[in-house]
């Protein structure tokens, strides 16, 4: 009997505690912090590197401005945009990559720019496929 009130006093205690302990609140805070500065705009995926010229067509930039990719796309949530993804390194791309800060010598989206699919801003691809 003495085994059982002292089993009964511990449980008590147990329920008291764990009834007094703060509820905690689930926070999740991300911070992607600023863009990358790149002159053709960058990939819409992490790491979000600079994506050369041509891989953006003209409906991503507004007065000469990327109008972003990833978290900081700043379009219509409708948007779909044209990209040609050969020159993606997911798709095989080896040629050069401006770097982050570096200046572009040319307009955003060459004349002669060829589209191979389109994409959201927030890197899911459209409805509008090309060959």
């Not at 609140?25 to 911070?31: I, R, S, T």
Request: aromatic share 14%; proline share 10%.
């Amino acid at each position: 009997m003495k085994k059982f009130s002292v089993f009964a006093i511990a449980a008590a205690a147990g329920i008291c505690l764990v009834a007094a302990a703060p509820a905690a609140k689930a926070q999740v805070v991300v911070n992607i912090g600023v863009a990358p500065a790149c002159p053709y705009g960058y990939f819409d995926y992490s790491p979000y590197t600079c994506a050369p010229y041509g891989y953006y067509g003209p409906e991503w930039f507004t007065g000469g401005a990327f109008i972003g990719a990833g978290p900081w796309f700043h379009g219509d949530e409708h948007f779909n945009g044209h990209v040609n993804n050969r020159y993606d390194p997911q798709h095989g791309y080896q040629g050069s990559l401006p770097k982050n800060g570096e200046k572009g010598r040319s307009k955003p989206a060459p004349r002669n720019f060829k589209a191979n699919e389109t994409r959201d801003g927030r890197g899911h691809p459209g409805d509008d496929k090309r060959p």
